[in-house]
């Protein structure tokens, strides 16, 4: 079991690297070992490429090798026909005789029949090593597929003395609280995600990019709520680097042409956030503010994270943090003169 370990935390690891352009496909990573030497290792392509199973056999360099082989896989292969071929099927004419799985996939096309067509070829299969690892590893596609919703991240940064925005500020830019080093690390966090929220006041005070500037991957879809159309062209998030939505109760008379429109009842926000993504295939989404918008989510209790930086700084007045209730911290970072601490709810 220690060996089996071993390698399925590399698969782990490989399952990380495709996560920002697997989506909407789990980001699964997969490990083949042959009499204890790694002999084939892959990860999920873009959407629409070859899954981890597909990427592992074919990086072997010796294919003979593959019936004395056994795959370590962090999600269950796949037994039905999308973009493409099943994944089961491959191993099986490979020739792998033995197969470890992590954990089981909830989608209902596969939900055991991967593993069920394996061993019915005569593989043995081993599930759930490193199970809960594994969970976590896939838990926005677990979320989507067991609550139909995306996984959904509050993220801010407040002072010692408990604000997250300035009362007042001269000019339309972010006055910040976290440092160089924190900021970097949330634009790692939007490469990894599918889309990023903010609300109308949180465009006209900060004009903000929303995307990855301080780290190579992928721009979320940016979402921004304007009910009275006061965000025009002007403003950075129109820009069309991105797809765009405006969440909105009306349609403008003069459409931005870079700009989705979603009609939504802002009496019912958080629901009608996740509705959105769920049309767009968006299956995560970070919550960047500012506060009104953060505690809708937390009144609601309609959260799976929150991502708090806490600064040595102090205002003496400002804008209050949104204040969590009913959670558990999950973990707690130095990063400098930042402290990031990560809470999860308590169900």
Sequence with gaps: MITDEKYMQRALQLSQIGLPYAIPNPSVGAVLVCKDTIIGEGFTSAFGGNHAEVNAIRSVQNPELLS???????????????????????????????VVVGCTDPFVEVAGKGIEHLRNHGIEVIVGV???????????????QTKNRPYI??????????????????????????????????????SEEAAILVGTNTVLQDNPYLTTRNWYGKNPTRLYIDFSHKIDEKFAITNGIAPTICLTESLPKNPIPAVIYELIDKNKLPSEVARVCL??????????????VLEQFIQANYWDEARVFFSNIRWKNGIKAPQLTNFAIEKRLTIEDNFLTIFQPNL
């Design 68 to 98: 004395e082989s056994t795959l370590y896989v962090t999600l269950e292969p796949c037994n039905h026909f999308g973009k493409t071929p099943p994944c089961s099927h491959l191993i099986v004419e490979s020739g792998i005789k033995k």
């Design 279 to 292: 049309k767009h295939g968006l299956q995560s989404i970070i919550i960047e503010g500012g506060t009104t």
């Design 130 to 144: 490193l199970g809960k690892e594994c969970i976590e590893s896939h838990r926005r596609f677990f979320t989507q």
């Design 153 to 190: 991240i509050l993220k801010w940064a407040e002072t010692a003395d408990g604000f997250i925005a300035p009362a007042e500020k001269d000019t339309k830019q972010p006055v910040w609280i976290s440092n160089q080093y924190s900021l970097q690390l949330t634009h790692k966090w939007r």
